[in-house]
């Protein structure tokens, strides 16, 4: 049997790589396999949003009340792995890793998404869990290179064409949605939280891969490339 080790990059330093990315380009797949690869922990914030979104519709929180779902936000108990191997979301004590992935949360997160005074308090969650973990973490979202971690020693946006995304979304929820569910997930998702914040284009010193045309591995590898080029360290011998 072999073991395959990380590799290292940056030992004893900080290395933050920030991925953001529209739905479905992959970037949670990704992400947590290049977490894997350099022994990085591993941060999803977009379950975070998920998860503040269970918790108002479990305690009947009206999204649209900005004050009351940005109360829950300050008051939400929340638990998360943050490991690439470790997938558990709890909110309140409560495990909610699968249902936080129902279609009715993915519809309803975009209004907890662009609700400012939740967000804000979700970014100071995030940014604490990057230095509980040391600054060696990978943390992916739509905000990461610009307000969560605008100091990463790597910053990149993962991005895919509109057919591939919609192809790779289906796969992932196992052919059971239709095309206009699908466009509801993938892109009326990405329209609404544009408004807040700008997660398609890159900012300047933010690394842009395109993965339309490039396989699992494929996307991986040029992540790894572009975070070896923004700590100016070359492949390992």
Same mark, same amino acid.
């Given at each position: 049997?072999?073991?395959?080790?990380?590799?290292?990059?940056?030992?004893?330093?900080?290395?933050?790589?920030?991925?953001?990315?529209?739905?479905?380009?992959?970037? +949670?797949?990704? +992400?947590?396999?290049?977490?894997?690869?350099?022994?990085? %922990?591993?941060?999803?914030?977009?379950?975070?949003?998920?998860?503040?979104?269970?918790?108002?519709?479990?305690?009947?929180?009206?999204?649209?009340?900005?004050? =009351?779902?940005?109360? =829950?936000?300050?008051?939400?108990?929340?638990?998360? @792995?943050?490991?690439?191997?470790?997938?558990?979301?709890?909110?309140?004590?409560?495990?909610?890793?699968?249902?936080?992935?129902?279609?009715?949360?993915?519809?309803?997160?975009?209004?907890?998404?662009?609700?400012?005074?939740?967000?804000?308090?979700?970014?100071?969650?995030?940014?604490?869990?990057?230095?509980?973990?040391?600054?060696?973490?990978?943390?992916?979202?739509?905000?990461?290179?610009?307000?969560?971690?605008?100091?990463?020693?790597?910053?990149?946006?993962?991005?895919?064409?509109?057919?591939?995304?919609?192809?790779?979304? @289906?796969?992932?929820?196992? @052919?059971?949605?239709?095309?206009?569910?699908? =466009?509801?997930?993938?892109?009326?998702?990405?329209?609404?939280? +544009?408004?807040?914040?700008?997660?398609?284009?890159?900012?300047?010193?933010?690394?842009?891969?395109? +993965?339309?045309?490039?396989?699992?591995?494929?996307?991986?590898? %040029?992540?790894?490339?572009?975070?070896?080029?923004?700590?100016?360290?070359?492949? =390992?011998?």
């Amino acid at each position: 049997m072999f073991v395959t080790f990380p590799e290292r990059l940056r030992v004893g330093k900080p290395l933050v790589v920030a991925i953001d990315g529209p739905s479905g380009s992959g970037k +949670s797949s990704v +992400s947590k396999a290049v977490a894997r690869r350099l022994g990085l %922990a591993f941060l999803d914030t977009g379950a975070m949003y998920r998860a503040l979104t269970w918790h108002c519709l479990n305690a009947r929180i009206n999204l649209e009340n900005a004050a =009351a779902v940005e109360a =829950a936000a300050r008051t939400m108990g929340f638990e998360q @792995g943050l490991t690439p191997d470790v997938d558990f979301v709890k909110v309140n004590g409560i495990t909610v890793t699968g249902p936080i992935r129902d279609p009715k949360i993915s519809k309803a997160v975009s209004a907890v998404a662009i609700n400012l005074g939740a967000r804000k308090e979700l970014v100071r969650r995030q940014q604490a869990i990057i230095a509980d973990c040391n600054h060696r973490i990978v943390v992916e979202g739509r905000d990461i290179t610009t307000v969560v971690a605008p100091h990463a020693e790597a910053r990149l946006i993962l991005t895919a064409s509109e057919e591939a995304r919609m192809r790779r979304r @289906g796969l992932q929820l196992g @052919g059971t949605q239709t095309a206009a569910q699908l =466009a509801e997930q993938v892109l009326a998702r990405d329209a609404k939280d +544009s408004t807040v914040v700008d997660f398609q284009r890159a900012a300047d010193g933010v690394y842009t891969v395109d +993965s339309s045309e490039l396989d699992f591995e494929q996307t991986v590898d %040029a992540v790894i490339d572009v975070v070896r080029r923004a700590v100016n360290e070359g492949p =390992a011998a």
